[in-house]
């Protein structure tokens, strides 16, 4: 028998090996510098050198969640001007103050990943048999019946670094759709699929300040809590504070709304049911949410404006640009735009629109995200009417795109008819050429006293020739019956126009231009 080992040699052994990663001190946040050249930085790093990064490198999902924490952690430390022509020369202690208050003694702690403290955004909770794969944090991921198009360690026993459990776990508390045992809740940031508006400013630092809001609009929309404080400071132990983690603006900015714990090896986490209960909308509005009222018979319909699968961001952008003028006014852009107007008067904004797709229930579909260059004219009702009647002639010639290839279908005696094909070739040309719809909004003498939507117009023009491009692609002309068909279609693609004095003849009668089909729509 071998010589036993002293017993306090046996108890160093006995002790579990703890990882120590703080994502105020660690690297974790992908950004993008100036240069172009990518890198991971500490929350530290990344304030201190904000001015030099020209924005984060992360998908749809994740960025929205980075920003709403670095503006949190700014707003936390720096508080807000108080009103919205207050931002002139606010924030510019930022890249000092704000990692001075992580240094804080009873902040810095709550930034752990892992240990037995204090951690971000989690929880201790019951361990159970079967833990949740800490793969489950990352919908991009094969885990369960998600699917492994891109991923086919579906299954295994894999281990995550610190960095990408740090990113994963923030954008989970934020994002992910129902999700588990009881379905208590949803990330406040799924709510609706509303698409997310973030301005961008020169750099990082520019561009967290632009997605902050001042005080005013943080006590006109946050009621309940007004500002609050973050979740780190107040924790939720008791009504007054869950109710300030929910319904302030600072606490709902990082939210938590699954209660986990992550295991020290990065390959899975323990879930509870219990769960911070965040309203939705309109019970509680998320900052970069646009609100779209649409007049039904029963009266106004107030809704978040919606991600959809295979619709342009562009074709909403007039929608996101509806700046209230008054506090009866119901349909309003994001509010951190609201509280920036000013910053962009007289000249172009940068705006990056983007979020996550779900079914609504548990299943995530896709991410989306598109930036644009906005001329200040969109913002005023006559370059806004202007906007909507471009993207409306778009929509009148998709109508008539979609009786053409169904009269084209008819003429081939074919049971259904290509729209889809059709409708996806036509808006993925004019999502190329949104940009320039923008200019001539900025920029009204290029159209040369037409109307935007005239057929003659330049972009009326593009609109034509993405019509006609579409119906060539899917609809043949090869043989003598396929050119019939193609020539009954034409007719109801490019209509001629009504002449009063027009003596009317008698014509084969038509399919009748109908709205297209649903575009994979989740409203």
């Not at 530290?44 to 709403?68: C, K, Q, T, Y």
């Not at 852009?333 to 705006?351: C, N, V």
């Not at 090869?478 to 279609?489: S, V």
């Amino acid at each position: 028998m071998g010589a036993q080992l002293p017993p306090g040699l046996l108890k160093l052994q006995n002790v579990k090996k703890v990882i120590a990663f703080n994502l105020a001190d660690d690297p974790w946040v992908p950004v993008r510098w100036l240069d172009g050249s990518s890198d991971l930085l500490s929350l530290n790093d990344l304030f201190a050198r904000s001015a030099a990064i020209a924005g984060l490198d992360a998908a749809p999902h994740e960025r929205v969640s980075l920003m709403r924490l670095l503006v949190c952690l700014a707003q936390a430390a720096l508080g807000a001007p108080n009103e919205c022509y207050g931002w002139p020369g606010f924030g510019a202690d930022m890249s000092t103050k704000v990692p001075a208050y992580l240094a804080r003694a009873d902040i810095h702690p709550h930034f752990e990943l892992f240990g037995p403290g204090p951690r971000f955004l989690q929880v201790e909770v019951p361990a159970r048999e079967e833990p949740v794969p800490a793969s489950k944090l990352m919908p991009h991921l094969a885990t369960g019946n998600n699917p492994t198009l891109f991923d086919h360690a579906g299954g295994t026993d894999r281990s995550f670094s610190p960095s990408k459990l740090a990113l994963a776990l923030l954008t989970f508390q934020n994002f992910y759709p129902l999700y588990g045992a009881g379905h208590k809740g949803k990330g406040p940031c799924a709510d609706s699929n509303m698409a997310h508006t973030l301005l961008h400013g020169g750099n990082l630092s520019e561009t967290i300040l632009l997605n902050a809001l001042d005080a005013d609009t943080i006590a006109e929309f946050y009621k309940v809590a007004g500002m609050g404080r973050p979740l780190w400071e107040t924790g939720a132990a008791t009504v007054a504070a869950q109710q300030s983690a929910t319904r302030s603006y600072l606490g709902r900015l990082v939210p938590r709304h699954r209660n986990l714990w992550l295991h020290d090896d990065g390959k899975a986490f323990n879930l509870s049911n219990e769960s911070l209960q965040y309203p939705n909308f309109e019970e509680a509005r998320e900052p970069s949410a646009t609100v779209k009222v649409t007049l039904k018979t029963t009266g106004e319909e107030r809704r978040l404006l919606p991600l959809r699968q295979g619709r342009g961001l562009w074709r909403d952008l007039d929608s996101i640009a509806v700046l209230r003028t008054s506090r009866q006014q119901t349909q309003q852009a994001p509010l951190t735009l609201q509280s920036h107007i000013h910053a962009f008067e007289k000249k172009e904004g940068h705006l990056w629109v983007g979020g996550l797709v779900t079914d609504l229930k548990a299943k995530i579909l896709d991410t989306a995200e598109s930036s644009f260059t906005v001329p200040y004219a969109l913002f005023k009702e006559e370059g806004r009417a202007m906007y909507e009647n471009g993207v409306a002639a778009a929509q009148t010639q998709s109508q008539q795109l979609y009786g053409a290839v169904k009269n084209y279908a008819a003429g081939m005696k074919h049971e259904s008819a290509p729209h889809e094909a059709a409708s996806r070739h036509y808006w993925n040309t004019l999502d190329q050429e949104s940009s320039l719809l923008l200019s001539l909004i900025g920029d009204p003498g290029l159209l040369d006293g037409k109307q935007i939507e005239a057929a003659d117009s330049i972009w009326g023009r593009i609109v034509r020739h993405a019509a006609r491009a579409a119906y060539d692609a899917i609809c043949q002309r090869l043989t003598p019956r396929q050119h019939k068909a193609y020539i009954e279609g034409l007719r109801v693609l490019f209509p001629k126009p009504k002449s009063a004095t027009a003596k009317k003849k008698p014509t084969m009668k038509l399919a009748k231009a109908v709205p297209p089909e649903p575009e994979f729509s989740h409203e």
